[in-house]
């Protein structure tokens, strides 16, 4: 699970699996195949900064965990504009004993869908957002909600540091289709915001800025 967000950093929380310890990897330009995957008896050096820990394959995957615990903040990101693909392998075993679990599970590997300002983006669940205007924003958010079937909608708005600033939906449930969203947001300050859709395990995320 993804949360804590600020411009270049975020928290991910897990749960334990069959392993005595984890192995978390992330990458930015694709989903994580078989040649960026942990090999047995290999041990592997980690760092929460993006880019900082040992590479996996040969581009853009990197180990940012390695040890018993159940979440961390992973820095040098670019939120706003990046998508995140993350897995977490339980291991048990040390350095040339090393037994990874590599199997695709449920929400593992699991993806954090961002776009700029300008960009459209789909989630894997089956929606998408596009049309947002106007920017900078002073009174009231405009954007298209586009959902391919039925489905429970979360939508927020974020400060700089992750906060949830706003709330204008609570898992309410949106029929497929197109659906006009409007979000008031002139009781909140002047500044950077992130707009956050979710359904269930799926995010997407939009930069706005709210100008007084």
């Not at 804590?4 to 392993?19: A, E, R």
């Not at 205007?133 to 959902?147: N, S």
């Not at 700089?160 to 939906?169: D, F, H, S």
């Amino acid at each position: 699970m993804f949360s804590n967000f600020t411009p270049t950093s975020l928290s991910l929380d897990w749960s334990i699996g069959n392993g005595a310890k984890r192995l978390g990897i992330l990458k930015t330009t694709s989903y994580i195949d078989s040649t960026e995957l942990p090999i047995d008896g290999m041990n592997y050096i980690a760092n929460n900064a993006y880019g900082s820990g040992q590479r996996m394959g040969n581009k853009d995957c990197y180990v940012i965990y390695n040890g018993t615990n159940t979440n961390i903040n992973i820095s040098g990101l670019d939120v706003i504009h990046q998508t995140f693909y993350v897995m977490i392998c339980a291991y048990n075993g040390d350095s040339l004993t090393a037994n990874y679990n590599i199997k695709f599970a449920n929400g593992n590997p699991n993806e954090l869908y961002q776009w700029g300002v300008n960009d459209n983006k789909s989630a894997s669940s089956g929606f998408e957002i596009c049309n947002i205007a106007p920017e900078p924003v002073k009174d009231v958010l405009h954007f298209t909600l586009i959902t391919e079937r039925m489905m429970p909608i979360t939508i927020e708005l974020l400060d700089i540091n992750g906060r949830t600033a706003l709330t204008a939906y609570a898992g309410k449930t949106f029929d497929p289709g197109s659906t006009e969203i409007n979000i008031h947001v002139n009781t909140l300050p002047a500044g950077v915001y992130l707009v956050k859709v979710s359904s269930g395990n799926s995010f997407a995320f939009t930069k706005v800025i709210i100008a007084r």
